[in-house]
């Protein structure tokens, strides 16, 4: 069992920036692919962006390719997602996931995080 804490959500200004930090409970995360997830009201779970176990491969949703960087810390078992210019169309719940395989898709991610809100401002 993997538990997943996030923080670094808030408010912010558009064209600010904020850091997102993803813990897990367990030393062995370097086994798994993590992502990145988020939730507007009324709106489905949407990808933002994911990188694989070791940290080599990185993917990202279109909406966020070159504002936001995904990085992890094996050896602190942290997974960081760093949000540059944000936009009001960015403002949602952001949740952190962990998967055996390094994907995409929603349903592929095995255990998930309790979120951290993240409101930009126009």
């Known amino acids: 069992q993997v538990q997943l804490v996030e923080s670094g959500g808030g408010l912010v200004q558009a064209g600010g920036s904020l850091r997102l930090s993803c813990v897990a409970s367990?030393?062995?995360?370097?086994?798994?692919?993590m992502g990145w997830f988020r939730q507007a009201p009324g709106n489905e779970r949407e990808f933002v962006a994911t990188?694989?176990?070791?940290?080599?491969?990185?993917s990202y949703a279109d909406s966020v390719k070159g504002r936001f960087t995904v990085s992890r810390d094996n050896t602190k078992s942290t997974v960081y997602l760093q949000m540059n210019s944000l936009k009001p169309e960015d403002t949602a719940v952001y949740y952190c996931?962990?998967?055996?395989?390094?994907?995409?898709?929603?349903?592929?991610?095995?255990?998930w995080g309790q979120g951290t809100q993240v409101t930009v401002s126009s």
């Open positions: 996931a962990a998967s055996f395989r390094w994907v995409t898709t929603r349903r592929e991610y095995d255990y």
């Open positions: 990188i694989s176990a070791a940290g080599g491969a990185t």
């Open positions: 367990v030393r062995g995360i370097r086994t798994y692919a």
